[in-house]
């Protein structure tokens, strides 16, 4: 029974499409949040919701948005997509926002812009 | 701001061998730290944080830390490699972020290299 699920695994689209990636976790967490690896492996963070309130925003262009239609949920949308949104994309979830609380990371969504 | 620095971007030991990985951070708070593993094409998963609780952290496959304030360090090991070590690592620790949600700082990593 997977705790963290993306769909899809793999995203091979256009420059200039629209896209979304769905991410559902089943431990009970409060806290879920989006990431973004590229390919030297930097992991960075995106997002972060707390009981569906955004609570971390990075400095991520206007074309990504999230949207967490409940707790259980964290969804992420990418408009008018760029060469340079080549990545792999993680969703995490942790029991609360605590400094303390370690993160369950999803399998990743690698997304593929031609 | 928190930050880690990982030394090394690639590590490579024979099977059998120490497994040392280095980890600095720099806070200005007492830090919670962590060491996550990511294997090829997978998710990050969780060997070990510190919490405060005790200075030396000991973690899943065999892996611990040690927390050393003095040196500001949290170096992994693990006394013997195993060919199913080869991996990603990556030290961590938490930062308050601007809205004052609580955010992971991630370290570039270590690919750690088992020889048979």
């Known amino acids: 029974d997977t705790a963290v699920s993306q769909t899809p695994k793999y995203l091979v689209t256009q420059m200039g499409n629209d896209k979304s990636i769905k991410c559902e976790q089943n431990?009970?967490?409060?806290?879920m949040y989006w990431y973004k690896q590229d390919s030297k492996k930097f992991l960075k963070i995106m997002f972060s919701?707390?009981?569906?309130?955004?609570?971390i925003n990075e400095t991520v262009p206007n074309r990504f948005s999230p949207k967490s239609p409940d707790k259980a949920h964290l969804n992420l949308h990418i408009n008018s997509l760029e060469l340079g949104d080549s990545a792999v994309y993680f969703c995490?979830?942790?029991?609360?926002?605590?400094?303390?609380?370690?993160?369950?990371f999803g399998p990743g969504t690698r997304l593929t812009v031609t | 701001a928190q930050s880690v620095t990982q030394l090394g971007s690639h590590v490579s030991v024979s099977e059998g061998a120490l497994v040392l990985l280095r980890c600095n951070y720099s806070?200005?708070?007492?830090?919670?730290l962590f060491w996550y593993v990511q294997y090829p094409n997978q998710g990050l998963q969780l060997l070990l944080k510190?919490?405060?609780?005790?200075?030396l952290v000991k973690g899943i496959n065999g892996f611990e830390a040690e927390f050393k304030k003095s040196e500001t360090s949290f170096h992994l090991t693990k006394p013997s490699a195993h060919m199913s070590d080869a991996a990603e690592y990556f030290c961590?620790?938490?930062?308050?972020?601007?809205?004052?949600?609580?955010?992971?700082?991630f370290g570039a990593g270590t690919r750690l290299f088992v020889k048979a």
């Open positions: 510190y919490t405060s609780a005790a200075t």
């Open positions: 919701y707390n009981n569906k309130e955004l609570i």
């Open positions: 995490a979830s942790s029991q609360e926002d605590r400094a303390y609380y370690e993160q369950y």
């Open positions: 431990l009970g967490h409060d806290t």
């Open positions: 806070s200005s708070v007492p830090p919670y």
């Open positions: 961590a620790v938490s930062d308050r972020g601007a809205t004052g949600g609580f955010k992971t700082i």
